[in-house]
């Protein structure tokens, strides 16, 4: 049964794999009709296995955790959860083994521990790694181990972590049986807004929900750091869920994280949190500054145009220092058409005589290009193989009518083709210019103008082509290119810019420099560069697309990009806290407010989001990722309760739409369990209070069963939301 919050999220029961994991056997038989239909079979039959997850999980098959792993913060009132890539992993094993029938119920429970359930109430029990062999038997006395038979010697050589449990605490703090029927789900979102890694995702992932809410503290408080806890996903295979109460349990860790639980911040207060979000990507100098007026006026003014000071080693050995200026301005930098060709980073150096200060930005843009063309093999061979063909072609068509020529008018067409070239490139040069007048009617074309006519009839291969529009994307781009200077996104900042399009020739125009060593290459490449910034910009917004289909014959034609390409820069524990951040843009167009294509959402670092859209911005709106929404309650007078309910009824006339908000007066009081710890809850039983308050409040049909999904949707606090104008309407 699927249950949505409409327009962002739909819940499912569960997704069984088609066969979980474990040995099978298959016995062949054959009927014969002619024989009245008697049966023969293979008596030697043959088997196979379905591996999978068992006693550990790799870091790819976990999403994203809630809390974040190392954050800080009011957890108090929200169970921890995991979420998992693949959608079917709860299901592909089952509670005891040997038992090939289709899993009811999750293999795993995400259990939640703190220093009081350690020894002496002091620390959380710690995690140890072994082989499985010291998990399913254990040699310290008291110790026991899961069951799981008909293991292999390999496998039982393989490491694993585990944590031992006194059997009181964990027949306290672990999911009944009937509990876990409700604490796992699958969840199915859209991706479309996210970091590319999330964007590739199917949207289909699994959700482990744990039972017990944190410690809470009111803190924090002088030298606190606030409640550590630690959560747990543990392996229930093989496990006894009920009867042992004496000794320890030995169980195997399948993933493990910690936080600290004090009222601090959480999503939007973090988002808050930035300041003053319209800020631009430049250094700042105090209005108090001291120094020379004049002086402090041109620091200013250097600033405010994105540029920053870095030391510069001259090769004569002096040391000065030298403006530089990435592709990510505070200011708009018209885009033009023509130009000017360089055929070094040399060329491009710009040095301002008043103040004896050089500009680097362009050069260091060109030098860039170069290396990273070079760093790619496949790439600068590419990229030479093809100039080489251009190259040929141009020597046969000129050097063809050059003979006409010769014929025509009877002079001799001897000499070497150096010569021949050299007289031509001489003309070529002389056209650029401008001292040579353009040919008469009849006249053979100059040769610039033949390598542009060249460059235009044929086509630059594909993967040059795509290696170079990732790169007008930044892809591979070290970061210092990106911000000179830290100090331009500090922690907790986020900073707009515009992409600075001369910035961008020059490191194509240093790309495609690679591999080239003769006069008439450069003429080649002074054509493909301007072909290629046209051709490359023009594709800019076919690089985030998802891979085809199977069986699919074409892409989507996309329209192109617009300038100026804009976008922000996101420094803040939320992105290394939230995986599948969601990041949403808008613009004006004639007083509507319309969708901004997303050109690229990466994460830099590890809370560094970059975020590149089509058009001028008029809104950013940045969303918790409706995969990662965490389950939570209210906590008033000493007892957790849910003041709300979702309608998971389907729409009729009149009726509740699917997702709806029930308002209850008064609160639910969430149960807890009545024999073990006060922030253990009694999911169960909580269950069957969420289904009759549905029942009478009409949003549930009476004929559905209350699911795993269901019980999601009840649980789950609704995913923030928050919004930041850029531009008023126009």
């Known amino acids: 049964m699927a249950a949505p919050i409409p327009g962002t999220i739909r819940f499912h029961q569960k997704c069984e794999p088609p066969l979980q994991g474990g040995k099978y056997s298959v016995e062949l038989r054959q009927r014969v009709r002619e024989l009245a239909n008697q049966e023969f079979s293979n008596a030697g039959g043959f088997s196979f296995t379905v591996g999978g997850p068992r006693f550990s999980l790799a870091p790819a098959d976990i999403y994203c955790v809630y809390p974040p792993d190392g954050a800080a913060g009011d957890f108090a009132d929200s169970l921890p959860h995991v979420v998992l890539t693949r959608r079917t992993i709860p299901w592909e094993r089952n509670l005891q083994p040997g038992n090939n ?40 006395a008291g110790v026991t181990g899961p069951t799981i038979p008909n293991l292999e010697d390999y496998e039982k050589k393989d490491p694993c972590n585990t944590v031992d449990l006194d059997a009181k605490l964990f027949r306290r703090i672990a999911p009944r049986a009937a509990d876990l029927e409700y604490l796992a789900h699958v969840r199915e979102v859209n991706t479309d807004n996210k970091e590319t890694l999330s964007f590739l995702a199917d949207g289909w992932f699994s959700v482990v929900v744990g039972n017990r809410f944190p410690k809470r503290q009111e803190g924090p408080q002088a030298d606190d750091p606030g409640v550590e806890s630690k959560a747990i996903l543990v392996s229930l295979e093989g496990v006894p869920l009920e009867g042992q109460t004496a000794g320890s349990l030995r169980l195997a860790v399948l993933a493990s994280w910690t936080f600290r639980c004090y009222r601090k911040i959480e999503f939007s207060a973090s988002v ?84 004896g200060l050089m500009d680097v930005g362009y050069a260091a843009a060109s030098q860039l290009g170069r290396l990273l063309g070079l760093q790619d093999l496949a790439f600068a061979q590419t990229l030479s193989a093809w100039r080489t063909q251009v190259q040929t072609q ?66 630059p291969p594909l993967a040059v082509r795509q290696w170079l529009t990732r790169r007008v994307l930044f892809y591979g781009v070290p970061f210092p290119y990106l911000v000179g200077d830290p100090r331009m996104l500090p922690v907790d900042s986020m900073r707009f810019f515009r992409l600075d399009p001369e910035w961008i020739k020059c490191l194509l125009e240093g790309a495609c420099s690679v591999g080239r060593s003769t006069s008439e290459e450069q003429l080649v490449d002074e054509k493909l560069r301007g072909g290629f910034f046209d051709i490359v910009m023009e594709k800019c917004d076919s690089v985030r697309q998802r891979p085809p289909e199977d069986g699919a014959l074409a892409t989507k034609e996309t329209p192109g ?123 169960e039983e909580l269950a069957k209070i969420f289904r009759d308050a549905l029942l009478a409040k009409g949003g549930i049909d009476s004929g559905k069963p209350f699911t795993s999904a269901v019980f999601g949707v009840q649980m789950t606090e609704s995913p923030a939301r928050v919004e930041i104008t850029v531009r008023d309407r126009p």
């Open 101 to 140: 029938a289709m899993p009811d119920r999750p293999w795993m429970a995400l259990l939640l521990l703190s220093a009081e359930d350690g020894v002496d109430g002091k620390e959380i029990p710690p995690i140890v790694p072994r082989n499985v062999s010291d998990l399913i038997a254990p040699k310290e």
């Open 272 to 355: 808050k949190a930035l300041g003053d979000p319209l800020q631009t990507l430049r250094l700042t100098l105090p209005d108090n500054a001291s120094g020379a007026p004049e002086a402090v006026q041109y620091v200013r003014a250097a600033f405010s145009q994105g540029y920053v000071p870095l030391n510069h080693n001259t090769r004569i050995g002096d040391t000065t220092f030298s403006w530089y200026r990435g592709p990510l301005t505070p200011m708009q930098i018209e885009r033009r058409y023509d130009y000017e060709f360089a055929a070094a980073p040399d060329g491009l150096v710009r040095y301002d005589y008043r103040k």
């Open 394 to 459: 141009l020597k046969a068509q000129l050097r063809k009518e050059q003979l006409q020529r010769s014929i025509n008018s009877g002079a001799s067409a001897e000499g070497s083709e150096s010569e021949f070239l050299e007289t031509v490139l001489k003309d070529a040069l002389e056209a650029r210019t401008g001292n040579q007048a353009a040919p008469a009617n009849g006249e053979v074309q100059p040769f610039n103008t033949r390598v542009e006519q060249a460059v235009s009839a044929q086509s």
């Open 561 to 683: 990009v617009t300038w100026p390409l804009e976008g922000f820069l996101l420094r803040s524990p939320i992105v290394e806290g939230w995986q599948g951040l969601e990041m949403e843009a808008s613009y004006w167009s004639e007083k509507k407010e319309m969708p901004a294509t997303a050109l690229r959402i990466d994460r830099l670092g590890p809370d560094i989001l970059l975020c590149i859209f089509n058009g001028p911005l008029a809104k950013i709106v940045i969303r918790q990722p409706p995969e990662g929404m965490h389950f939570g309650a209210a906590y008033e007078k000493g007892k957790y309760c849910k003041n709300i309910l979702r309608s998971v009824k389907e729409l009729q006339d009149g009726g509740r739409a699917p997702g709806d908000q029930i308002n209850l007066d008064p609160a639910i009081a969430i149960p807890t369990r009545k024999d073990g710890d006060p922030r253990v809850i009694d999911v």
